[in-house]
């Protein structure tokens, strides 16, 4: 094929992902090791000999990592077989103390399912080929630079055997953009699933498989067709929604330009190098028999068919947006803002049940998560401190302060400094000035400003706000600015 000819192609790309997530358990997968990280954790020190997998270590398997797994494929709409069993993947790397990982092979504990997005406007809707239960490898610590260029390696093996779900999806991405937005709405899930937890470093990784094709090819239903003549490439080590956008993207352009030069895409294995922000080229691709995958001997055949009527999940983040939207009378993007995650949804409706729903709306959506966002800061950051901002909603609703002071000095001040409301209103002396001083501040802008009450009767429209402002300064912000208006109108009137 000659460049002309490749450059004059309509290329698309084909994604699939490979998902790998973090169960919230206390314990790992086969053994009794916790899985929570102390500050000053030394390597290798959270390690048994199950998953340092010594001579004679027998694994024993986690039951919440399987209830989570089937709180996953119920949310995901998956089959629980009658029977699944776990598997040997051998391989060997450094970060693998036995030379194999305990896996699901021909057997998942979840089969099939799908999971449905918004993305640039529209509804994408994206099959789940299998979710499967596994053991983590260690972690590697390169030093000196990165996989490629490092001077050493380091292993620790504390992550070993840390439980695992990994979620294959069908190759039903067609861009960056896409990936980025099912990985977010994945987590979404799990996080209202209660199996997840997005702070835990390296909770979610992801392998991303790119093949360019044909666009024409893929007018039909038959995609693996169309992946037929493809080369796949893996990109590997990406941990985060904004890295699979950033790879994908990356990977997508080198693939794109070597075919309109003429080269061939070579089917490998490639790393995802964030800080230089490229892909660089691993190993050829495996291929599945070159895994030798067989059955664990050590951990019998499990059946938790029975399990999915008894294991119960809540409200997903979908229907919980729909409620909202039809017991509250939100509006869409509220609506999708407060349940962005289940801990701003279930804020939400404990204000909304103790004070107007829109009040409450207005609040957590605009006011907390804004404030939130512009530090960087997600609720769970000041999960311990809901109590104190229902109270600042409490002061509002009350008219004990301003919403101006409320959401310019004392809402900032409380993330800022981490002082209550009540100390906040005290030290900056912003309780609601009393009726009497607000019409006496009214008196002393009007007589002390005669240019600003001529332009008034003049018509002038910002000669009223002038006069307000004046107003408000000399009651240092702790009067209602309506009350203020109201009053003015009145004064300049008599």
């Not at 291929?287 to 050590?298: G, L, N, P, Q």
Request: glycine residues 8%; aromatic residues 6%.
């Amino acid at each position: 094929m000659t460049a002309g000819t490749a450059a004059s192609r309509e290329l698309s790309a084909v994604i699939g992902l490979e998902v790998h997530v973090q169960l919230e358990t206390d314990t790992k997968i086969f053994c009794g090791c916790s899985t929570t990280a102390a500050d000053d954790e030394a390597p290798n020190s959270r390690t048994c000999p199950v998953c340092l997998g010594l001579p004679g270590a027998l694994p024993v398997l986690n039951e919440a990592a399987v209830e989570a797994a089937v709180k996953l494929g119920k949310a995901l709409g998956s089959t629980i077989p009658e029977e699944t069993r776990f598997h040997r993947k051998n391989y060997y790397y450094p970060d693998l103390p036995k030379n194999f990982q305990i896996t699901q092979y021909d057997a998942p504990i979840c089969d099939g399912g799908e999971l449905a997005f918004d993305v640039g406007g529209e509804r994408r809707t994206v099959g789940i080929e299998r979710a499967h239960l596994e053991e983590d490898p260690g972690s590697l610590t390169h030093a000196g630079g990165s996989i490629d260029t490092a001077d050493y390696t380091l292993v620790d093996y504390n992550r070993a055997g840390t439980p695992l779900m990994e979620i294959v999806t069908a190759p039903d991405f067609r861009s960056a953009a896409e990936a980025r937005a099912f990985l977010a709405k994945l987590t979404e899930v799990l996080e209202y699933l209660g199996v997840f937890d997005a702070t835990r470093d390296g909770s979610l990784r992801v392998d991303a498989n790119l093949s360019m094709v044909d666009a024409d090819a893929l007018d039909g239903d038959d995609v693996e067709a169309a992946l037929a003549d493809a080369n796949r490439t893996e990109v590997k080590n990406i941990s985060s929604h904004t890295a699979a956008e950033t790879a994908l993207a990356y990977e997508e352009t080198r693939q794109r330009n070597a075919i309109e030069r003429g080269r061939a895409v070579a089917q490998e294995t490639r790393h995802w190098d964030e800080t230089r922000g490229i892909t660089v080229s691993m190993r050829s691709k495996e291929a599945e028999k070159d895994y030798r995958y067989f059955r664990e001997a050590d951990l019998p055949p499990l059946r938790v068919a029975d399990w999915t009527g008894r294991i119960d999940i809540p409200e997903l983040p979908d229907a919980r947006r729909e409620r909202f939207r039809e017991e509250y009378g939100l509006g869409p993007e509220a609506a999708s803002k407060l349940t962005s995650t289940k801990q701003v949804a279930d804020f939400y409706e404990r204000l909304a049940a103790e004070f107007d729903p829109e009040l409450a709306a207005t609040w957590v959506a605009d006011n907390l998560l804004g404030e939130l966002n512009y530090r960087d800061m997600a609720i769970t950051d000041v999960g311990d401190r809901l109590d104190e901002f229902a109270r600042l909603v409490e002061l509002v609703d009350e008219a004990a302060i301003t919403v101006k002071n409320a959401e310019e000095t004392v809402l900032r001040r409380m993330l800022d400094d981490g002082l209550p409301p009540e100390e906040i209103v005290d030290r900056e002396g912003l309780g609601k000035t009393d009726d009497d001083a607000v019409a006496a501040a009214v008196e002393a802008a009007v007589a002390d400003n005669p240019g600003a009450v001529e332009d008034y009767h003049a018509g002038e429209d910002g000669a009223l706000n002038f006069l307000v402002g004046q107003v408000m300064e000399a009651t240092g912000g702790s009067a209602d600015p309506g009350t203020v208006n109201d009053l003015l109108r009145a004064e300049l009137e008599e």
